[in-house]
């Protein structure tokens, strides 16, 4: 951002506001202790909120996901509004909302401001459109770090500098030991510092059982207006609203994290990647919406899970594992990002070239885990994380997807996608498309490890277990398709290699049959 004397004049023009500050908060910064209000004074600065058309059509945002976005604002407004403040607030609907920058560039022909304050964007280009703007009007900006955030982008630089490979468990316990958390004595509580082992099992085919019931949070008026004016202004993006019910305050983001510490952290561990078609929670927390619009505070979503192991009603196993993707992973992809960007989602090192099914933005598949996962997904704005990286991304890497045509769908239908999380979530662990630099091996598998932690094969027309024929799972295909067509690549590879050994299985005759479904596949599939 500019840091230089502005070229606008210190005293208001005719028909002018003038204030000393404009402080800019945007819409995944809705914070209450937020670091731009420090020092801040209602009497002489103005708070500045935009809702820009151009985010919700540029990537063909989810209406759920617009939804979110514009409530919370509009009840983050009222707050600011309660503190004393005035805030100019730029509706989806006003003429000059057509974009941040457009909107900012009015605001500040309007109001006239000494400087613009804000903390630094959590989205690389949205930064550089406020950059921009602000060079445009000759305004002198501040961008303050952004302190929702255990690890700042200078720490994540320090920890990275000097390391040949980047490792998320190395870092993990380097925030663990930093944080001293789930420490005792400068050793991991209970000995262990992970319990993945304990982590992976699936329901059986006797499924869950009775699950808990999420406490559902009513749309007020505030909200329900919001939810018109998407259907009407949005009406063409994917997505349903009639059962839009995500925290948009936080008094319900704070109920929503009691919800998850009283009734289902007990049992996350132990079912964190297990699937079950009609049950879209399970045991997961779905705050990662809330934390990521920083209605919540990392620190304190820990500090609850930690809460509910001392008093014993949590096991240290889903303790660990849920702090695990707060403290670790959540911090951990940020940096990646950060340190990554510019051109960090125009990776592709496996050259994925195929375009993105069209069943993503309908759920029109034969395929029952894909048609499960994408109608729920349009559904609600929602997928728990294996749904994302074991059915809708794995089939995309197994297919070749391009790795910015999946980044663009995730981006935009999910109601907790932010481009810092996101994006290394996809381009990096999902599609393996930055060459290992985020996780060392690609996540690949066949339809059987759909088949034993989902019972989604139990109403599909394909059969997992086969690879080629007129029943062969599209999973399995294309997994054993993968294997052959980076076989040069990975079969060495210190954290691949048993995987590729199995091609040793496969007979030329097979690998032929197999390779020639796969074209097939993919050539239907590019219609």
Request: proline share 5%; charged share 25%; glycine share 8%.
């Amino acid at each position: 951002m500019a840091h230089r004397k502005s070229s606008l004049p210190a005293r208001a023009a005719s028909g002018t506001v003038s204030c000393r500050k404009l402080l800019l908060v945007l819409g995944d910064q809705l914070d209450r202790r937020s670091a731009v209000l420090d020092g801040a004074s209602p009497e002489h600065d103005r708070v500045l909120m935009i809702e820009a058309r151009s985010e919700s059509r540029r990537i063909h945002s989810h209406k759920a996901r617009s939804a979110l976005f514009f409530a919370a604002m509009r009840h983050h407004a009222g707050w600011l509004r309660d503190q004393g403040f005035t805030v100019d607030y730029y509706e989806i609907d006003s003429p000059e909302s057509d974009s941040l920058g457009s909107a900012l560039m009015h605001a500040i022909g309007r109001l006239r401001p000494e400087m613009l304050t804000m903390i630094e964007a959590g989205e690389f280009g949205v930064q550089q459109e406020i950059d921009r703007a602000c060079d445009l009007a000759g305004l002198p900006g501040e961008a303050l770090p952004d302190g929702h955030f255990y690890c700042s982008r200078d720490a994540f630089a320090a920890w990275r500098k000097g390391r040949r490979t980047l490792v998320m468990e190395h870092f993990y316990r380097h925030m663990r030991k930093h944080h001293s958390i789930l420490m005792d004595d400068g050793k991991p509580t209970g000995g262990q510092w992970n319990y993945d082992r304990q982590n992976r099992k699936s329901f059986g085919r006797k499924g869950p059982g009775l699950l808990p019931v999420q406490a559902r949070l009513a749309p007020d008026a505030l909200t329900r207006k919001v939810l018109a004016s998407v259907e009407r202004l949005l009406p063409d993006n994917p997505g349903q609203l009639s059962g839009f019910a995500w925290p948009v305050t936080r008094e319900q983001a704070l109920d929503a994290l009691d919800d998850f510490v009283a009734h289902r952290l007990a049992a996350f561990g132990p079912f964190q990647d297990a699937m079950w078609d009609g049950e879209p929670l399970l045991y997961h927390s779905a705050l990662s919406a809330a934390l990521n619009l920083k209605l919540l505070s990392p620190r304190e979503v820990v500090e609850r899970a930690l809460e509910a192991h001392r008093a014993g009603a949590a096991p240290l196993s889903s303790v660990e594992g849920f702090v695990r993707q707060i403290l670790g992973w959540r911090e951990y992809v940020r940096g990646i990002y950060w340190s990554e960007m510019p051109g960090y989602t125009e990776r592709n090192a496996l050259d994925a070239q195929q375009p993105l099914p069209g069943f993503y933005w309908s759920g029109d598949t034969d395929m029952a885990c894909l048609r499960a996962v994408i109608d729920q997904t349009l559904a609600l704005g929602y997928a728990h994380h294996i749904q994302r990286l074991m059915v809708t991304g794995l089939f995309a890497l197994l297919l070749g997807v391009r790795p910015r045509a999946l980044h663009e769908w995730y981006l935009a239908v999910y109601v907790d996608a932010v481009e810092w999380v996101e994006a290394p979530n996809t381009i990096g662990m999902s599609q393996h498309a930055d060459g290992g630099l985020l996780g060392s091996k690609p996540y690949v598998a066949s339809g059987r490890y759909i088949e034993r932690m989902s019972n989604y094969c139990a109403g599909c027309r394909y059969a997992p277990h086969e690879a080629s024929g007129a029943r062969a799972c599209p999973f399995t295909t294309l997994y054993w398709d993968f294997l052959m067509r980076h076989e040069a690549r990975f079969s060495g590879h210190p954290r691949a290699a048993m995987q590729w050994r199995m091609l040793e299985r496969l007979g030329q005759a097979e690998r032929t049959r197999i390779g020639r479904q796969a074209a097939a596949l993919r050539q239907r599939l590019a219609r």
